[in-house]
């Protein structure tokens, strides 16, 4: 079992939806969760990162599932510009290290 | 000046040739990384440093030598690539909670090294 788990999608989308995006990931010990947006041939950035109770940040909200080991993120009135890669980041608990686990990722495209 | 500067930011090189990587951070952290991502695939992890000292080493071929000089600079010495090592080689910068920083430690990534083996 992959250590984070994303639909690849690609979620096709009008602009104006709302788009949910899930994540599953593999170690309970995990404490470090983010989602990361990635466009096409640059490097993925941090778009917020996720906290137990929930948060929210403009048009997005992340939501974590500590039981099930379940990450979301809801966009709200999709634009244009969200399309992207979205990179769901688990931190991997070590002793020697402190490392993030990316997602494969899910593709959003946006339509006119 | 961004926080995490890679250079170059694009090479090609054969298969016999030696060339490095440079990655510089400007934000004290304490961690340094080394990902590859292949055409339509996720990040892979190749890399891991904190404190200057390397603590994790993910299978990576030896014809992939990280160095770490300082908390601020990461380099990856290649040699005798081959063909699918064609990447985009992306470096990033964090601070180990381990040593200080929040739980929340995000990773900051450079712009990447597009990598073409020929």
């Known amino acids: 079992r992959k250590e984070v788990e994303q639909d690849p999608g690609p979620f096709n989308v009008p602009e104006g939806a709302t788009v949910a995006f899930n994540c599953t990931y593999s170690?309970?010990?995990?404490?470090?969760f983010f989602w990361y947006r990635q466009d096409c041939r640059k490097e993925p950035k941090l778009l917020m990162s996720v906290y137990s109770s929930g948060n929210e940040d403009g048009r997005f909200t992340a939501q974590l599932n500590r039981a099930s080991q379940y990450i979301s993120l809801l966009i709200r009135d999709s634009k244009l510009s969200d399309s992207a890669t979205y990179l769901c980041v688990v931190n991997s608990p070590q002793d020697s290290s402190y490392k993030l686990i990316f997602g494969s990722g899910t593709r959003l495209l946006v339509r006119p | 000046e961004t926080g995490v500067t890679q250079t170059p930011r694009h090479l090609v090189m054969g298969m016999t040739n030696k060339k490095s990587l440079k990655c510089e951070q400007h934000l004290g952290h304490n961690a340094m990384y080394w990902y590859k991502q292949s055409a339509k695939k996720p990040l892979e992890l190749m890399f891991v440093y904190s404190l200057e000292e390397r603590v994790e080493n993910n299978s990576v071929p030896s014809r992939f030598s990280p160095e770490c000089p300082n908390s601020s600079h990461l380099f990856l010495h290649l040699h005798t690539l081959q063909p699918e090592d064609s990447a985009l080689y992306l470096c990033?910068?964090?601070?180990?909670?381990?040593?200080?920083?929040?739980?929340?430690?995000?990773?900051?990534f450079g712009q990447g090294t597009r990598l073409t083996v020929v």
């Open positions: 990033a910068s964090s601070q180990d909670p381990r040593q200080g920083g929040s739980v929340f430690s995000e990773a900051f």
């Open positions: 170690n309970s010990a995990s404490q470090s």
